[in-house]
């Protein structure tokens, strides 16, 4: 990557432990060739997402040959519509101080034979969004993907489709769609910089699958989802980023983004945490009867090393309550709010992680 650049990408079949497996955690951060943790403010870790996919043995290994049924995602219990946060695992520039770690005799089960179609095998791929802003003109709204910062195409407007596939207008002011693959942050004039290779290196712990192991279900909740019902039928209308306006009301209170969601099953909390950009406030998931569930605050660098970037996200502090004690139920509805500083910010992200068990141990 050379300065400025943008990086969106996905990378199929990656490295998975093979077989019928728990997983316990699933950790990740960029590096550069030497194998050397990247600071944020050189190159920012916008997000990776690992996403479970199942593939047709027979697929082609022509794009032009394939058929929709060959591949599909087999994507996690949330409620967001479509292939909106699909993924198990992923967050962004929080992720060195973020933990995956799942306590025993809970894991995440993964490669059940019983659970995968006849003539397929299961998969998964990493979507990653990098954005080096070294030699950016604002390198705090480099990394929101703010329009303004970037060199668009003059047609971009005119060609870029918005989440529900329609074509995007002007009043969209920053996020993923002007975060693209090769496009760049726009530059200080006469700044140069050297390119270099820069990887996501990820680490995952598992066990192989057994009669101790409990299986928890991945919940990944959107506190823009815009939940209606038509009938007896709950729509969900996940966003998956936000923008919070210049003219937010201001002043010493944050900005709060709040999403009412359905929960058609249940099950024992076990661990909760958020997925946030700088500028969090903090992150509240709430049950039907306004108990707190879980409430996920962030950390900021004070230093200059990879992991402790001064004025950085470098953490999302993570809940794990005694094993029984919150229980989710059938049907229940959840509050999740999302708060940041109360300033103009494009690109903002509210998503709420919660692993469920339906049973607990004897």
Same mark, same amino acid.
């Given at each position: 990557?050379?300065?400025?650049?943008?990086? @969106?990408? @996905?990378?199929?079949?990656?490295?998975? =432990?093979?077989?019928?497996?728990?997983?316990?955690?699933?950790?990740?951060?960029?590096?550069?060739?030497?194998?050397?943790?990247?600071?944020?403010?050189?190159?920012?870790?916008?997000?990776?997402?690992?996403?479970?996919?199942?593939?047709?043995?027979?697929?082609?290994?022509?794009?032009?040959?394939?058929?929709?049924?060959?591949?599909?995602?087999?994507?996690?219990?949330?409620?967001?519509?479509?292939?909106? +946060?699909?993924? %198990?695992?992923?967050?962004?520039?929080?992720?060195?101080?973020?933990?995956?770690?799942?306590?025993?005799?809970?894991?995440?089960?993964?490669?059940?034979?019983?659970?995968?179609?006849?003539?397929?095998?299961?998969?998964?791929?990493?979507?990653?969004?990098?954005?080096?802003?070294?030699?950016?003109?604002?390198?705090?709204?480099?990394?929101?993907?703010?329009?303004?910062?970037?060199?668009?195409?003059?047609?971009?407007?005119?060609?870029?489709?918005?989440?529900?596939?329609?074509?995007?207008?002007?009043? %969209?002011?920053?996020?993923?769609?002007?975060?693209?693959?090769?496009?760049?942050?726009?530059?200080?004039?006469?700044?140069?910089?050297?390119?270099?290779?820069?990887?996501?290196?990820?680490?995952?712990?598992?066990?192989?699958?057994?009669?101790?192991?409990?299986?928890?279900?991945?919940?990944?909740?959107?506190?823009?989802?815009?939940?209606?019902?038509?009938?007896?039928?709950? +729509?969900?209308?996940?966003?998956?980023? %936000?923008?919070? =306006?210049?003219t937010g009301g201001g002043g010493d209170?944050?900005?709060?983004?709040?999403?009412?969601?359905?929960?058609?099953?249940?099950?024992? +909390?076990?661990?909760?945490?958020?997925?946030?950009?700088?500028?969090?406030?903090?992150?509240?998931?709430?049950?039907?009867?306004?108990?707190?569930?879980?409430?996920?605050? =962030?950390?900021? &660098?004070?230093?200059?090393?990879? &992991?402790?970037?001064?004025?950085? +996200?470098?953490?999302?502090?993570?809940?794990?309550?005694?094993?029984?004690?919150?229980?989710?139920?059938?049907?229940?509805?959840?509050?999740?709010?999302?708060?940041?500083?109360?300033?103009?910010?494009?690109?903002?992200?509210?998503?709420? %992680?919660?692993?469920?068990?339906?049973?607990? =141990?004897q």
């Amino acid at each position: 990557m050379g300065p400025g650049s943008i990086a @969106t990408k @996905t990378f199929e079949n990656i490295k998975f =432990p093979k077989g019928h497996v728990g997983i316990k955690s699933f950790d990740a951060e960029l590096v550069d060739q030497e194998g050397n943790s990247i600071p944020s403010y050189e190159t920012y870790l916008h997000h990776w997402f690992a996403i479970k996919y199942h593939q047709n043995i027979t697929m082609s290994p022509n794009p032009k040959l394939r058929r929709p049924e060959d591949a599909f995602f087999q994507r996690n219990e949330g409620t967001c519509n479509g292939g909106i +946060l699909p993924h %198990y695992w992923g967050f962004g520039v929080e992720s060195r101080g973020t933990t995956s770690k799942i306590p025993d005799p809970f894991a995440i089960e993964q490669g059940n034979p019983t659970k995968i179609k006849n003539g397929y095998e299961e998969k998964w791929l990493l979507n990653i969004m990098v954005i080096d802003t070294r030699g950016a003109q604002d390198k705090k709204a480099c990394t929101q993907c703010r329009c303004d910062q970037m060199n668009l195409p003059k047609d971009f407007y005119n060609v870029t489709r918005d989440i529900h596939n329609q074509k995007l207008t002007t009043n %969209y002011k920053g996020g993923l769609f002007c975060c693209q693959d090769n496009l760049q942050c726009k530059q200080i004039e006469g700044f140069q910089g050297s390119r270099r290779m820069v990887s996501l290196r990820y680490k995952i712990s598992w066990v192989d699958w057994n009669i101790y192991q409990i299986p928890v279900k991945v919940y990944i909740l959107d506190s823009t989802d815009k939940v209606r019902s038509n009938g007896s039928k709950i +729509l969900h209308d996940c966003l998956a980023e %936000y923008t919070i =306006p210049a003219t937010g009301g201001g002043g010493d209170s944050p900005h709060v983004q709040k999403a009412n969601i359905p929960m058609e099953k249940g099950g024992y +909390l076990i661990y909760g945490t958020a997925h946030m950009h700088s500028g969090v406030v903090n992150a509240t998931l709430y049950g039907q009867d306004g108990r707190t569930l879980c409430t996920s605050t =962030p950390k900021y &660098g004070t230093g200059k090393e990879a &992991g402790n970037e001064k004025g950085y +996200l470098i953490g999302m502090s993570v809940c794990y309550p005694q094993p029984g004690s919150i229980k989710i139920h059938d049907g229940e509805i959840l509050t999740l709010e999302s708060r940041y500083k109360n300033e103009f910010r494009t690109g903002a992200m509210g998503h709420f %992680y919660i692993y469920l068990a339906e049973e607990l =141990p004897q």
